[in-house]
Nanobody, 124 residues
């Protein structure tokens, strides 16, 4: 069992950067595949990035890979999402997720635990 708490969201102007954090408790993030998803109003949950726990494989959504980067600090039991050059269309609730699968997945149903989400609003 793992509990996830996201932070770092907020209101930011287009072109600026934000770094989201996902603090885990219960079990270490080094034992899970960790991912970030987002959900804009009226839309489904969209894959953003993921990091496997034992092979250090990283995945980023093609549409965001040039601007977003996932990283993890196992010592701090925290996963991060660095978001640069933000656009208005990046406005969404961002969720952290943990999965028991060895390889990172790109669909929400491949993850077992979720945080409550953090709102990111980008003004144009």
């Amino acid at each position: 069992q793992v509990q996830l708490v996201e932070s770092g969201g907020g209101l930011v102007q287009a072109g600026r950067s934000l770094r989201l954090s996902c603090a885990a408790s219960g079990r270490t993030v080094g034992r899970y595949t960790m991912g970030w998803f987002r959900q804009a109003p009226g839309k489904g949950r969209e894959f953003v990035a993921a990091f496997s726990y034992n092979t250090f494989t990283k995945l980023h959504a093609d549409s965001m890979k040039d601007r977003f980067a996932i990283s993890r600090d196992n010592g701090a039991n925290t996963v991060y999402l660095q978001m640069n050059s933000l656009k208005a269309e990046d406005t969404a609730v961002y969720y952290c997720a943990a999965g028991k699968r060895e390889r990172p997945g790109v669909t929400w149903d491949e993850y077992d635990y979720w945080g409550q989400g953090t709102q990111v609003t980008v003004s144009s």
